[in-house]
């Protein structure tokens, strides 16, 4: 079992940076593969980013690539997500989840989430 609380959230402008923070409690965080994912109001939940269990491995979501930077500190059982350059469209609900294998893009892949921190970007 893997408690995961996401912080870091709130209003930002346009243009600007957050860093968003997921702690985990439980065993074995160091043995998941940890992601971040979105949901804007009516759409569906999004895939962000994700990073292996080791850190050695980084994915991330077309509309983010180049933006935002997923890394992790297993000695502090926490994950990040650098957002530089937001914009507008990248207003969401953000959660941060563990993977139970499978296909790193896929929600169903994911068996513990966070309750989600809420970011807003300002034009």
């Known amino acids: 079992q893997v408690q995961l609380v996401e912080s870091g959230g709130g209003l930002v402008q346009a243009g600007g940076s957050l860093r968003l923070s997921c702690a985990a409690s439980?065993?074995?965080?160091?043995?998941?593969?940890m992601g971040w994912f979105r949901q804007a109001p009516g759409k569906e939940r999004e895939f962000v980013a994700t990073?292996?269990?080791?850190?050695?491995?980084?994915y991330y979501g077309d509309s983010v690539e180049g933006r935002f930077t997923i890394s992790r500190d297993n000695a502090a059982n926490t994950v990040y997500l650098q957002m530089n350059s937001v914009k507008p469209e990248d207003t969401a609900v953000y959660y941060c989840?563990?993977?139970?294998?499978?296909?790193?893009?896929?929600?169903?892949?994911?068996?513990?989430w966070g309750q989600g921190t809420q970011v807003t970007v300002s034009s």
């Open positions: 989840a563990a993977s139970g294998g499978g296909i790193y893009s896929l929600t169903s892949s994911y068996r513990y």
């Open positions: 990073i292996s269990w080791g850190g050695g491995s980084r």
């Open positions: 439980g065993r074995s965080f160091s043995t998941y593969t």
